[in-house]
T-cell receptor, first 115, second 109 residues
Framework: KAGVTQTPRYLIKTRGQQVTLSCSPI?????VSWYQQTPGQGLQFLFE???????NKGNFPGRFSGRQFSNSRSEMNVSTLELGDSALYLC??????????????FGEGSRLTVL | AQRVTQPEKLLSVFKGAPVELKCNYS??????LFWYVQYSRQRLQLLLR??SRESIKGFTADLNKGETSFHLKKPFAQEEDSAMYYC???????????FGSGTQLTVLP
């Protein structure tokens, strides 16, 4: 079973630009979450999508947005990039089935550098 | 708001020695607690969850609601245990984790 796939793996942007990151979840997983990882703030939750609907959102400005497609693939977009947006963006998928036993399966991340 | 604290950024032990990675949390409800691990050049992955009461790779973690702690323990550390360990909390049915800042464990030969 293929794992969570994120593209691109690395990218460099300049302030003011926008960026779109893509995530393909594990086959059969319908929940996709996004996390931002930085040395200063650690791992922070951005948002979660399930069946094309945003279920939860973290404490990030409106410049951060996302969406999920009918095949469960997800994209996140950051507009008007700031230097502080430089981070590793991790995508994770989950089966989000019934019951309380669940886990997140993480991708390798997309490393964004904003100059 | 929920919060997870891992007081040690770095922890070094010798092979064969016991190891304990500390995790404290603040949350008013009934949390689900997890330990995630990231080995060098690998993805972040689940190590264990409190609800399953399991032992994975010799590691165990007990949820102490009185002390709001979920420390990770292993009686005899191995060199392959060297990794970054994250304690994480989830509230209710949300697939949303609040992570601690992580502890880098190094097991010395």
């Amino acid at each position: 079973k293929a794992g969570v796939t994120q593209t691109p793996r690395y990218l460099i942007k300049t302030r003011g630009q926008q960026v779109t990151l893509s995530c393909s979840p594990i086959s059969g997983h319908r929940s996709v979450s996004w996390y931002q990882q930085t040395p200063g703030q650690g791992l922070q939750f951005l948002f979660e999508y399930f069946s094309e609907t945003q279920r939860n959102k973290g404490n990030f400005p409106g410049r951060f947005s996302g969406r999920q497609f009918s095949n469960s693939r997800s994209e996140m977009n950051v507009s008007t990039l700031e230097l502080g947006d430089s981070a590793l963006y991790l995508c994770a998928s989950s089966s989000r089935g019934g019951g309380t036993v669940w886990e997140l399966f993480f991708g390798e991340g997309s490393r964004l550098t904003v100059l | 708001a929920q919060r997870v604290t891992q007081p040690e950024k770095l922890l070094s032990v010798f092979k064969g020695a016991p190891v304990e990675l500390k995790c404290n949390y603040s949350y008013s409800g009934s949390p689900e607690l997890f330990w995630y691990v990231q080995y060098s050049r690998q993805r972040l992955q689940l190590l264990l969850r409190h609800i399953s009461r399991e032992s994975i790779k010799g590691f165990t973690a007990d949820l102490n609601k009185g002390e709001t702690s979920f420390h990770l323990k292993k009686p005899f550390a191995q060199e392959e245990d060297s990794a970054m360990y994250y304690c994480a909390l989830s509230e209710g049915s949300a697939r949303q984790l609040t992570f601690g800042s992580g502890t880098q464990l190094t097991v010395l030969p």
